[in-house]
């Protein structure tokens, strides 16, 4: 997607040797109309498919999931990382480790908002290592729900989430998939 | 606003004394449509006032306050729990104690995207006994910018938070306020 792979490369900020900074417009500060067109591009590409429920982690994941929910009509549900005590019934729960924060945290979402009958849109803001996206995948499984697919703003495809997503049977979609970091800046693939 | 106390009452759930659960439509399942008109009416109501970024808190702030900033055309800052390794500028940093997961929680924002010429509208979902909101107050002072008002979308006028907001001549405004919870549901005031 030209517009966004022209944001990253005007506001992105690579920092050490693999992170990419993106939180003047997608995970610090939002830029709302940014991310209502990420939605529209995830929605036209999912229209067809049935999509009954979007499904991110909290926290940066939930700004586009909610655009990508609005365009498709359909409620968006927010895994939580860690139980809170207003969720009191049961819930699906996976552990997935934040290379970020290099802590391991775990996921939950209630039974009652993720069931067999749904079809299941993943939509995330990174894709690098997969753990997020993984233990969302294993949200879905245990729910006996359908998963639809996996829809990501940012892909690191030259960190290995996406090729094991892939190569599991999952659709992936990357709205800009960067191949490395170079002196010159981010090269996209 | 009537939109809202209606799903309240239809969807909102009672537990324990004065826990209202709204998770079905506000903060675990999200309903985007229902998002998009909170965020028109807060739009509607502080549009003369020249706001120039919305200001919350993750995780459940974010969907609300990104369709805020979506009809007001203004970029949207959520303040991070904890300081993540991606963030690695000076910020601003404030404590709020948590009363749903009775913790202690450090919440900041970068100092690059809140500055002395912003004029801030803080929105939350949820406004009780108002730490996180008077935390976000804080992350405004410290940055020497104008605070325009707090926008919630449920106040429980019952609990401390929007009087001693409003005593300190801070403009609330709450698209639902509950006045208590009683055994026929929930009585708007």
Same mark, same amino acid.
């Given at each position: ?51 009954? =429920? ?5 926290? $940066? ?18 895994a939580k990382k860690?139980?809170? $005590? ?14 970020? =924060?290099?802590?391991?945290? $775990?996921?939950c ?81």
């Open positions: 997607m030209e517009l966004l792979k022209q944001r990253i490369r005007e506001d992105g900020l690579l920092i050490g040797n693999n992170i990419l900074k993106v939180d003047s417009f997608l995970n610090h500060q939002l830029d709302p109309q940014l991310l209502l067109e990420l939605g529209r591009e995830f929605a036209r590409r999912f229209r067809p498919d049935g999509v009954t =429920k979007i499904l991110t982690v909290e926290a $940066s994941g939930i700004a586009v999931a909610v655009m990508v929910g609005l365009e498709l009509g359909v409620p968006v549900l927010f860690k139980q809170p $005590s207003t969720l009191v019934e049961e819930v699906y729960a996976a552990e997935a480790f934040s290379f970020t =924060k290099q802590e391991q945290v $775990s996921v979402v209630s039974r009652r908002y993720l069931t067999a009958e749904d079809r299941v849109l993943i939509i995330d803001d990174f894709l690098a290592q997969g753990a997020a996206a993984k233990a969302l995948v294993s949200l879905v499984e245990q729910a006996g729900a359908s998963l639809v697919g996996v829809g990501v703003v940012v892909e690191k495809a030259f960190q290995p989430g996406g090729k094991e997503l892939r190569e599991a049977g999952i659709r992936v979609e990357a709205l800009a998939r960067i191949g490395a970091f170079t002196e010159k800046g981010v090269e996209f693939v």
